[in-house]
């Protein structure tokens, strides 16, 4: 842990900790075998430690081959993933479509009774237009909205 630069331990670094510490005692050797993810967190993908790491465990570790592939991974932004994996599906649905296949994502969703895939497609209160439009309909003063952004257009009425 100390050599780690004394991290936080919340997932998901708290898992790279263990993780570290059980292979370091299974091996024999400390820092004989990494996973990607402790490569990773010593590029500073998991952003910058609070104290600094041991220098020559941090050279041990930049040093495996798997580092250079490793060093050239991008983050991926939200905005990067929704235009990845479309704009139309949920936080729900673009977080499985992360961290899944896609054909199990859509094994899943294609087996969930159609009520169920129409929760997971809509969740009003995860979705702000929707929200917004939820509001306003409360209000009985308000009976015209119009919110326009760039080439996007919502534009609401209260019926008659």
């Known amino acids: 842990w100390a050599e780690m630069g004394y991290p936080i331990i919340v997932t998901p670094v708290?898992?790279?900790?263990?993780?570290?510490?059980?292979?370091?005692?299974?091996?024999?050797?400390?820092w004989a075998n990494v996973s990607d993810e402790t490569?990773?967190?010593?590029l500073g993908h998991y952003?910058?430690?609070?104290?600094?790491?041991?220098?020559?465990?941090?050279?041990?570790?930049?040093?495996?081959?798997r580092t250079g592939e490793l060093r050239t991974l991008e983050p991926l932004h939200l905005e990067a993933a929704r235009k990845r994996f479309g704009t139309g599906i949920?936080?729900?649905?673009?977080?499985?479509?992360?961290?899944?296949?896609?054909e199990q994502v859509d094994?899943?969703?294609?087996?969930?009774p159609a009520t169920s895939r129409s929760r997971v497609a809509s969740r009003p209160r995860?979705?702000?237009?929707?929200?917004?439009?939820?509001?306003?309909?409360?209000?009985?003063?308000?009976?015209?909205?119009?919110?326009?952004?760039e080439g996007d257009l919502v534009e609401w009425r209260r019926a008659p």
């Open 14 to 30: 708290s898992q790279l900790v263990a993780t570290q510490a059980v292979r370091n005692v299974i091996d024999g050797e400390r």
């Open 39 to 42: 490569i990773r967190y010593f």
């Open 47 to 65: 952003g910058d430690p609070p104290a600094p790491v041991a220098p020559e465990i941090a050279d041990r570790v930049l040093a495996r081959s």
């Open 90 to 102: 949920s936080d729900e649905e673009l977080l499985l479509r992360l961290t899944m296949p896609d």
């Open 107 to 112: 094994a899943m969703l294609a087996s969930a």
């Open 126 to 149: 995860r979705d702000p237009v929707v929200t917004l439009l939820t509001e306003v309909a409360k209000r009985k003063s308000i009976t015209h909205l119009r919110v326009q952004k």
